[in-house]
């Protein structure tokens, strides 16, 4: 069973040192306080952010968008894409996160964009992505995957970061966006 986002940020958030349980205190390092044990003197907890891959790939007139099986916000749509695991890279992952949520075998094209987000602690990098393979169908934890026409694209997008790379995305490729709606024969600049 996965662990949700709440359990996974109280695991994060350490209290003791988990290696001689004495209470954290903190230290500062090139300007940035860390929990840190004053006891064993072992163990600081830097907390790092986690990276998460995600793929534009466009399709048939459209774009691929996946309906989300799992928390957080199941049943939205987003962008295919995911955590990037230990010894794997961005790339690497969202080829593989591609795969497992959609069936399809894709290649990077590009880089598109690298966006924080503080608040869950991670930075999410974004690919435009080429089809090169494999058949549409969900998979892990998507609970539908579907081709979305730019003129028809669902507004309950999950994340507000894949609303803005796909606006982005549309507004570079000549469509303009209209309450979720893409019009290819509006003109606008990137600045509207």
Known sequence: MPISRKVERQMQDYQFCPLCATKLGE???????????????KFTHYD???GVAVAVIPMEGGLVLIKRLVNPRAGKFALPGGFINKGEGPRQAVVRETFEETGLVVEVVCALNELPVPAANQFLCF???KVVGGKLESGSDAGAVDVYKT???????AFPLHEQVIQQWLADH???VVDGIADPSA?????D
């Open 27 to 41: 230290i500062i390092e090139e300007g940035t306080t860390y929990k840190h044990c004053h006891g064993c003197k």
């Open 151 to 157: 003129d028809a694209l669902p507004a309950d997008i």
């Open 187 to 191: 003109e606008h600049s990137l600045t």
């Open 174 to 176: 000549g469509l303009h």
């Open 48 to 50: 790092n952010p986690r």
């Open 127 to 129: 690919y435009l992505m």
